[in-house]
T-cell receptor, first 115, second 114 residues
Framework: EAGVTQFPSHSVIEKGQTVTLRCDPI?????LYWYRRVMGKEIKFLLH????????ESGMPNNRFLAERTGGTYSTLKVQPAELEDSGVYFC?????????????FGPGTRLTVL | AQSVTQLGSHVSVSEGALVLLRCNYS??????LFWYVQYPNQGLQLLLK??????LVKGINGFEAEFKKSETSFHLTKPSAHMSDAAEYFC????????????FGGGTRLMVKP
C-alpha cells in the first residue's frame, strides 16, 4: 500500500511568486491534514479536510494560502503571493477516521524556500 | 487548548546508553498523546500512542513511554541506543475537537555516538 506522497519535495521561489504544493493521501482516507514547520519552530496545524470539505481551517495563516481537495482525493495548497516567512516544510497527513486514537500517516513533506 | 513542551532540542547519547527524551503537556481535557519519529528525508512515523489503557506504552524499535498524570509528562525512553535511532522525535497531543488535529512539541534531535 502506497503511503502519503507529496510533490514537489523541494521548491525554491522568489518573493511574490506563486507555488502550489500537492498531497496524495493514502487511498480511501477521507481525512487529510496540512501542517507546516517553519525553521526552528514546532510543526503547526494548518487545516483539515473531510473528503472535499474543509472541516477546520483555523490554522491557515492568512488569505494568501488556498487549499483545495476537489473530488475528495488529492489536495493542493497554493501560496500566492509567497512571502519570505512562508519558508518551511509543509507536511500532509491522512487518516481513515478522525477518532482520537486513529493514527495520522504523514508524507515526507515539501521544503519551500522563498528568496 | 493543548500545548506540548519538549525539553532539549538536541540530545546526544553513546551507542548502548539509555535514551530519555522529555515531553510535558498541557491539556484541559484527558490527553491523547503520541510520539512520532522522523528519519532523514522521510515523513513522520508513529512510534507509540497513549490510549489510557495502560500508563506504560510500548512502541516500535524498543521505545516506550510512561504517562504520568501528576507530572503531566509523557517521556520517551529506550534502554540501549542504536546508531539507527538517530533521528528527530516529536511529542504530540491530539485535540478534543471533531477534527482531532495534532499539536506538536518543538522536536528533539537525537544523536548517537559510536
Amino acid at each position: 500500500e502506497a503511503g502519503v506522497t507529496q510533490f514537489p519535495s523541494h521548491s525554491v521561489i522568489e518573493k511574490g511568486q506563486t507555488v502550489t504544493l500537492r498531497c496524495d493521501p493514502i487511498s480511501g482516507h477521507d481525512n487529510l491534514y496540512w501542517y507546516r514547520r517553519v525553521m526552528g519552530k514546532e510543526i503547526k496545524f494548518l487545516l483539515h479536510f473531510v473528503k472535499e470539505s474543509k472541516q477546520d481551517e483555523s490554522g491557515m495563516p492568512n488569505n494568501r494560502f488556498l487549499a483545495e481537495r476537489t473530488g475528495g482525493t488529492y489536495s493542493t495548497l497554493k501560496v500566492q503571493p509567497a512571502e519570505l516567512e512562508d519558508s518551511g516544510v509543509y507536511f500532509c497527513a491522512s487518516s481513515s477516521i478522525p477518532g482520537h486514537y486513529n493514527e495520522q500517516f504523514f508524507g515526507p513533506g515539501t521544503r519551500l524556500t522563498v528568496l | 487548548a493543548q500545548s506540548v513542551t519538549q525539553l532539549g532540542s538536541h540530545v546526544s547519547v553513546s551507542e548502548g546508553a539509555l535514551v530519555l527524551l522529555r515531553c510535558n503537556y498541557s491539556s484541559s481535557v484527558p490527553p491523547y498523546l503520541f510520539w512520532y519519529v522522523q528519519y532523514p528525508n522521510q515523513g513522520l512515523q508513529l512510534l507509540l500512542k497513549y490510549t489510557s489503557a495502560a500508563t506504560l506504552v510500548k512502541g516500535i524499535n524498543g521505545f516506550e513511554a510512561e504517562f504520568k498524570k501528576s507530572e503531566t509528562s509523557f517521556h520517551l525512553t529506550k534502554p540501549s541506543a542504536h546508531m539507527s535511532d538517530a533521528a528527530e522525535y516529536f511529542c504530540a497531543v491530539r485535540g478534543n475537537n471533531a477534527g482531532n488535529m495534532l499539536t506538536f512539541g518543538g522536536g528533539t534531535r537525537l544523536m548517537v555516538k559510536p
